[in-house]
Structure formats: C-alpha cells, structure tokens
C-alpha cells in the first residue's frame, strides 16, 4: 500500500497545481464535511450538498491563506461549521425551523472528530481490514455482498471482522499513546470494539457524484476563466450566459455543472 503524505504536504502539492494532490484532498475530507452537514447540524440531504460543494469550493480558493498547512483539518473543519450556520441563518429566514441545542450539536460534532481518528487509523492499517471493516460498518454491506466483493468466503468474514477490529484497537491504542491525548471519546471511554463500529458508522460514503464535482474545481475554475473572458469581448455571449448560467457552464466542457458554480459564474459577472 502507498503511504499516506502528510496534510502538509497535500496542501504544498495542491498549491503547486497538482490535481492529483486536490483529488486526494477531497476524498481524504469528504466524509468529514459530509458528517458535519448531515449529522452535526441536520442539513437536509440538498442542503448539506449545497454545503459540501460550498465548502470545497472556498477551500480551493482560500487554501493559500492557511498559514499552518498541517492545520488543514481544523481548518476545514471551521469552514464546514460556518457555512451550515449560514445555511440553517438564511433558512430560518425564510421559514422558522427547530432549532438545535448546542451541547447536543457539540457532542455529536465530537463524535465526527473521534469518528474521523478511528478512519485515519483503519486507512493506515490498509487492507484487507480496511476494506472489510469500512464496507460492514460505513456502508452496511451485508457479509455475502462483502465476500462476493473481495473474493473471500462469506462464512470467514465475521471472524475477519473481529480480527481485524482486534487489529484497530491495536493501532489507536498506538497513535494514542503518542498523541498523549485527553479529551476525546477514546479517552473517555476505551479503546471497546463495539465503540468502534459505532464511530465507524459516523463516516458513511459521500454520494460519489458530489465528489466528482468537487475534485472537478481546478478544471471547473479553468473553464470559468473561459466564459468570463468570452464575455467580456462578446455582448451576446454575455446575455446567453446570465440566461442560462447552468446551460452555459455545460456547454462549455462540465459534464454536471452545479449550483455552487453557476452562483460562482454569476458572482463573477457582477465584477466584471
């Protein structure tokens, strides 16, 4: 297995214009910002995609003014819980809804961060307990389904399961100890392998669409400069874009122009 680079230097790479660098960024943090939007503050399945691609889409414009790249995390982080507090501020304009209670909202937003721990570590420990662990619990595959796809039979797989969670403990018990942490649940509550299905249920897969449209961003920025430059010299072209701005952005080369980048599109004609 490759090993994994550092958010640091994922950050040098992306700032580098190394596309491969932003893919990993955002498959890396994807169930991260998705956790947030849905779990930590109840966005409905539209608006937390509103957010997901708000959130990566100021991630890579802002991503130069983070000044501790190891920092990318929290940073993201920090982004994701602002933009659902302007999401639910402007919603509840429009239409009074319930409204959360901190402390519940913090402790859910805590269980994301542990959650988030425990992925990195079964991403380190690599396959096959990744794969195994990571399809019963985030995608609730069923075991023939799990065998069927790894070519394993389907009766070992709940004693791979237990092996593998045995494996898990091992390698959180070891990052652990060395972070010298306090505070987060693990703490609290032990390295029990029951916890750790239940926070690796936390991180469901994020519709793979959404993250086809946000590793699309640098491709997408490319084309924006396009028709912004386009319109600026052609009247008519002008008028067709602010018609259509959707139509306009799939004409010129995006397989599934989003919401985020026609607003995008449209904000940028207001400077122009």
């Not at 018609?243 to 400077?271: I, K, M, N, V």
Request: charged share 30%.
């Amino acid at each position: 297995m490759a090993e994994r680079i550092s958010d640091g230097e994922l950050v040098r790479r992306c700032r580098a214009g190394e596309e491969a660098a932003w893919n990993e960024l955002v498959e890396r943090y994807s169930r991260y910002v998705y956790a947030i939007a849905a779990q930590g503050y109840r966005l409905s399945l539209h608006d937390a995609e509103d957010v997901f691609q708000d959130v990566f889409l100021r991630a890579y414009d802002r991503l130069d003014t983070l000044r501790d790249a190891a920092a990318l995390r929290p940073w993201l982080g920090q982004l994701t819980r602002r933009t659902c507090l302007d999401r639910l501020a402007s919603a509840a304009r429009e239409s009074p809804a319930e409204t959360l209670e901190p402390t519940e909202t913090a402790e859910t937003l805590l269980g994301i961060e542990e959650a988030l721990d425990v992925h990195d570590a079964l991403t380190e420990l690599g396959p096959p307990c990744s794969e195994i662990l990571d399809r019963f619990f985030a995608r609730d595959e069923s075991y023939r389904t799990i065998g069927d796809a790894l070519e394993i039979p389907g009766g070992t797989i709940a004693s791979r399961i237990s092996r593998c969670l045995a494996k898990l403990r091992e390698q959180l018990e070891g990052r652990n100890d060395a972070a010298e942490t306090s505070g987060h649940l693990m703490s609290r509550y032990g390295f029990d392998e029951e916890l750790l299905g239940e926070l690796l249920r936390r991180l469901p897969p994020v519709p793979q669409g959404w993250v086809e449209a946000a590793q699309e961003l640098p491709r997408a920025r490319r084309v924006l400069d396009e028709i912004v430059t386009r319109a600026e010299a052609d009247l008519e072209y002008r008028r067709a874009v602010l018609a259509d701005l959707e139509a306009a952005l799939a004409e010129a080369g995006l397989q599934a122009p989003t919401p985020t980048l026609a607003a995008e599109l449209r904000r940028r004609f207001s400077h122009t």
